[in-house]
C-alpha cells in the first residue's frame, strides 16, 4: 500500500495496525509488560480501565443530573429523553423478569448495562488517531509506553468482566430464589432428570451451559467491537496512504475518496451496531437473571 | 515464512466466509418468519420486530468473533516467525 512512499520514514500498514492495536499494559509493579499468554492475569489493561470508569462517572453523573431535576409537571426534554430510556428497560425487564422485588435491583442494573455499554462502544465514534496522537504527545514524556486502546468494549478482559459480573449476579438470584438445597439439586436434577445415575451427566450439562452463556455473551460485544475498530483502522490506512503520496492526481489519488466513502458508510453502520449490541447485552442480561429464577 | 502467509490468508477466508454462509442464511429464515408472521398478524409486529432483532444479534454473534479472529490473524500476525 505504501508502494510510492518515498523519503518518509513511516510505519507500513501491518506495523501502523499492529501498533493501533497494543493495550497500555501495567503489571502489578507498575512496570510496563507486554501480555505473553492470552489468559494472563498479571498484567492489567490501564487504558481499558481509564476509559471505562471515567465513563462510567460521566453516564452515572449525567443519570443523576436528570434524576435530581426531575419535576412531575410537564417535562423539559432532557427529562423526557431520560424517561423514554429508563421506561424502555423498565418494559423489558417487566417482559422478563417476573418477580417484582428482584426487578428492583436488575432493572437499574440493567439500565447500567445499556447506558455503560452504549456509551463505552461509542468511543469507537471518535476518529481513529485522534486520542492516540494526544497520548503520544504526553505519555511518553511521563513515562508511559505509547500505546493507547480508547475503546474498553473492543478489549476482551472489559467484555468477560461484564459478562462474568452478570453471572455471579445471576449465581446469587439462583441461590436466593431457590435456596442452597434447591439450587444444589437442580444442578443435578436438570436438565435431563432425577435419576442418580443421571447425576453426573446433569452437573456435567450445567457446568458447560455456564460457561457457554458466560463466554458468549461477553464474546459477542467484543468481537463486534473489536472487528469495528480494525476496520475504521484499515479505512484510516487508505486516507494515510493517500496523504502520503503528495501528488494527488497520481494513482493513490482515488484512495482518499475510498476514504471519505468508505468512513462515512461504516460509520452510520457502526451507529447502529453500537446501539444494537449494548441492548443485546442488556435483554440478555435481563433473560439470565430470569432465567434464574425459574424453578423446575 | 511464505508457506505459512499462504496458509493463514487461507485460513482467514475460509473463517470469513464459511461464517457469512451461515449467518446470512440463519437471518435470512428468520426474517422470511418475521415477515410471514408479521403479514399474518400485524398487531404483533413491534414485539416481534424487538425480539427479531436480539436474535440477529445472536445469530451473528459466531459470525462476529470468527471475522475478530480472522482479522486478528490477519493484521496482527500471530503465527509470523
Known sequence: MSAENTGTTGPNAGEYIQHHLQHLQKNFSFESVKQTSLVDFSVFNLDSIFYSVVLGVICCFVLWRAARKATS????????????LTEMVE?????????????????PLALTVFVWIFAMNAMDMLPVDALPAAWHAVGPALGFKDYMRVVPTADLSTTLGLSFSVLLVCLFYSVKIKGWGGWTHELVAAPFGDRVFLYPINFLMQMIEFAAKTVSHGMRLFGNMFAGELIFMLIALMGGAWAWQFNPLAGGFWLGIGHVIAGTAWSIFHILVITL???????????????????? | MENILGLVALACGLIVGLGALGASIGIALMGGKFLEASAR?????????????????????????GVAIALLFAFAQPFAI
Open chain 1, 73 to 84: 409537571g410537564v417535562p423539559g426534554r432532557f427529562q423526557a429523553a431520560v424517561e423514554l
Open chain 1, 91 to 107: 418494559n423489558q425487564a417487566k417482559g422478563v423478569v417476573r418477580n417484582a422485588k428482584s426487578r428492583k435491583l436488575v432493572a
Open chain 1, 277 to 296: 449490541q449494548a441492548f443485546i447485552f442488556m435483554m440478555l442480561t435481563l433473560i439470565y437473571v430470569g432465567q434464574a429464577h425459574d424453578s423446575h
Open chain 2, 41 to 65: 398478524q400485524p398487531e404483533l409486529m413491534n414485539e416481534l420486530q424487538t425480539k427479531m432483532f436480539i436474535l440477529a444479534g445472536l445469530i451473528d454473534a459466531a459470525f462476529l468473533i
